[in-house]
Structures are given as C-alpha cells and as structure tokens.
C-alpha cells in the first residue's frame, strides 16, 4: 500500500539538508513501528521518496514524502507513532492511502507551491515596499537575469508566478515548482529588489513554504490540488 506523508519542518531543523531529512525519516520509520517496503536485490533500502526538497535555511509546514507499507495502520495509529519520535522541528500532520489511479510518485507530480517571505528583523527595506508589490506583479514581463556555469541570459519569469500579493503575516506567492519550471521565491525578491532600485542585504529573507500541489488540469488550464488531496485518510 502506497502512503503519503506531510510533515512540517521548522525550527532548528531548517539547517539540516535533504540527504540527512531522509535518514532521519529512515530512523523514524524504525522507531515508529512502521511496516515500510524495501527494495529486493543484494542491498535492500525503504521504497521512500522525497516532492520537492526544501533548500538548507527555509522552513516549511508542507512537506511530503512518499512509502509504500507492508502492513495497513489507520493515520490515526501511524501520526501517533511517528510524532512520538520526532525531534524538536519536525511534526508529521498527515498520513494517507494513495489510490492506485494516483499513485504516482510525488516528485514527478508537483507543478506548483505555495510560500511566504518575510524581511529578517533589521533586515527590512527603508522604503515603502509594500504598497509597491501589486504594480510589480501587474506588468506584462518581470524578467531577470538567469546565470549558469557558461552563460547569463535574460528570463521572463512572470508566467511561473501565479500568484502574488501582500498578506498581515508577510508576501504570498504562488509559484511554479516541479522538474519543467522551477522558481525559487528569492528570485522573484530579488527580481521585486531590482524594481524597487535597492539592494538586498544577504540573508535578509525568511522563506517559509505553505503546500505543494500537483496539477490535474491540462495546458489550457491549470487544476491545481494539493499532494495531501490525493490520498485519502486510513480508518483504524
């Protein structure tokens, strides 16, 4: 049976990278008594997969990470034995059954994220940013310059924002995110920074993600829904 899992990241844990997220999720596994698949062959490992890793430094209550379980356990049960044994940092908040007709891995699914940005305390521009943000997001292109290990060259990166706008607890944005686009929030601050005519100060920015989704819909129109939507809760 094939489960998907959010969990949040938070705290401390923001600085540990992905490499050591999974060991620590394959310790958890352990602990938590949780029935998980493994590979066959000459060196077995759990059939475990990862959406879209967070980069080091950035926080995140929508993280999620794909198992397939030998033996059924309600969410209930499985959320319960795994917070049991997680550190200060990470809470499971999810524990679903993934139909079969949407059992594709999670990675290869996500076409989009959600996010919010602050300025670190001390950090925040002088200036009048936010009454700002609506006519930047309103122009025809936001372009930027991508560099590569050979080359720069000029990005419209406004077709893989979906959305943007200024809430009471910081600016949300809604983002392309995926193996086709990929943008990062701090682009688009960087992006916001040079139309604004300042310059960022290094480390200024708290990046928190909300929810990652897949999208179901076609090339006309996009259907977002979140990863945790597909699955379905397991009763005990």
Same mark, same amino acid.
């Given at each position: ?57 950035? &926080?995140? +209550? ?9 033996? *059924?356990?309600?969410? /209930?049960?499985? $959320?319960?034995? =795994? ?57 025809? &292109?936001? +372009? ?9 060259? *000029?990005?419209?990166? /406004?077709?893989? $924002?979906?959305? =943007? ?72």
């Amino acid at each position: 049976m094939k489960v998907r899992i959010k969990f949040a990241k938070e705290g401390a844990m923001k600085f540990i990278g992905h490499l050591d997220i999974m060991r620590y999720f394959q310790k958890a596994m352990r602990r938590g008594n949780i029935d998980i698949a493994f590979t066959e062959g000459f060196s077995p490992h759990m059939i475990m997969s990862f959406a879209a890793p967070l980069g080091v430094g950035l &926080t995140s +209550t929508g993280e999620y990470l794909d198992i397939e379980v030998q033996t *059924e356990i309600s969410s /209930k049960d499985a $959320i319960e034995q =795994l917070n049991a044994c997680m550190v200060e940092g990470m809470k499971v908040l999810s524990f679903r059954r993934i139909p079969q007709e949407k059992a594709s891995k999670a990675m290869s699914l996500v076409a989009a994220a959600d996010y919010l940005v602050n300025f670190r305390e001390g950090k925040e521009p002088d200036l009048d940013y936010k009454s700002r943000l609506a006519e930047f997001y309103d122009r025809e &292109t936001i +372009t930027i310059i991508k560099k590569t290990k050979k080359s720069e060259k *000029e990005v419209d990166i /406004k077709p893989m $924002i979906y959305a =943007l706008e200024l809430r009471e607890d910081g600016i949300y944005m809604q983002l392309a995110t995926g193996s086709v686009n990929n943008l990062k929030p701090e682009l688009v601050m960087e992006a916001f920074a040079q139309y604004l005519g300042m310059e960022m100060e290094p480390f200024s920015l708290l990046v928190h993600r909300l929810e990652v989704y897949a999208d179901l819909g076609n090339e006309k129109k996009r259907s977002l829904v979140s990863l945790e939507d597909l699955g379905e809760d397991i009763p005990g």
